[in-house]
């Protein structure tokens, strides 16, 4: 079966360079994709005699049914975040996703998680640590980490992770748009994914969308927490609460939008969904005390300040 996905690999890559010498592009990727849907048969079904599960459902009807009964566990799903300063929310959203897989799992796989990260993004964004993995539903002895210093060893470690089958999933996480990251790699990865019927969640941390063998992508922003609304209508908007994610597909076999805002409770392991609110939140809904809202320093250092005196210069040109 390794030979054979080699050699539809090296097809697909001959396939697209001619199509590119041709300019003709998309008959080639079109026909590389359904290559890729066909060589996932094989491993399809015996992840099936094997009795693992092929969608992960997320418990919300809506995006359930966009994603075609949930996420696949055969196939790579791609979570972007559009900025850096989103990077918690994307990988937050994908640690959650693990967890969910996790519970539903614990009972018939203790495969371990593997979380494979980006050095220039850890040395921003920072790494996860266990006391944190524990307190957001995850089982710390069972969360591998490694931190290849180039994107070549990352890929061949997740590569040859997704192809173990040891792993319950593979996380990868990459920055931005790398040149050396394209549709051909990734297609290798999603026929290692089909391959062993293993998932991959690719992180793409501040990058942009761009062609791959992914079949769903979803972009993952913050969204103010405590948004879930009270019995009496109120919201506690901005208090302390569970972390809620604001969610789009992006991509899709369904061709239909979809935007929504999922509360992940780590206690329960399970993601809720959020109405939007139809109105503006007022000082009563934003706080869990209504009322006047008070100064976070004791001298109102935080409050804006009025412009104080100033010189203007003249210009030298």
Sequence with gaps: MAQNALARERLFALRETIAKLEGKPAPALAAAEREALASGETGRQDAERNGRRQRLSFGVTSLDEAMEGGLPLDAITEIR??????????????LAAAALLQRVEEASDCSPILWIGDT????????????????????PERFLQALPRKLD????????????????????????????????ESRRLGLRAKAAG??????RQAGEEEASSAAFRLLAEPAPAGMRALPGGSRLAGSIGNPVFRLSLEKSRNP??????????????????IDEPRH???????????????????????RPQKMGPFLAFERAS
């Design 153 to 184: 060893e990352a890929l061949w470690l997740a590569e040859t992770a997704v192809e173990s089958g040891a792993f319950s999933v593979v996380i990868l996480e990459i920055r931005g748009n790398p040149a050396h990251f394209g549709l051909t």
């Design 280 to 302: 503006a939140l007022t000082p009563d809904e934003r706080s869990a005390y209504p009322g006047a809202q008070l100064s976070a320093s004791f001298d109102g250092q935080d």
């Design 198 to 203: 293993r998932p991959l969640f690719l992180l």
């Design 120 to 139: 220039v993004s850890t040395m921003e964004a920072g790494l996860p640590y266990a006391v944190g993995l524990q307190d957001f539903g995850l089982q």
């Design 81 to 94: 975040s559009g900025l850096f300063r989103n990077a918690g929310a994307a990988s937050g959203f994908t």
């Design 256 to 273: 239909a939008p979809l935007s929504l805002l999922l509360e992940w409770n780590p206690h329960e392991r399970q993601f809720f969904p």
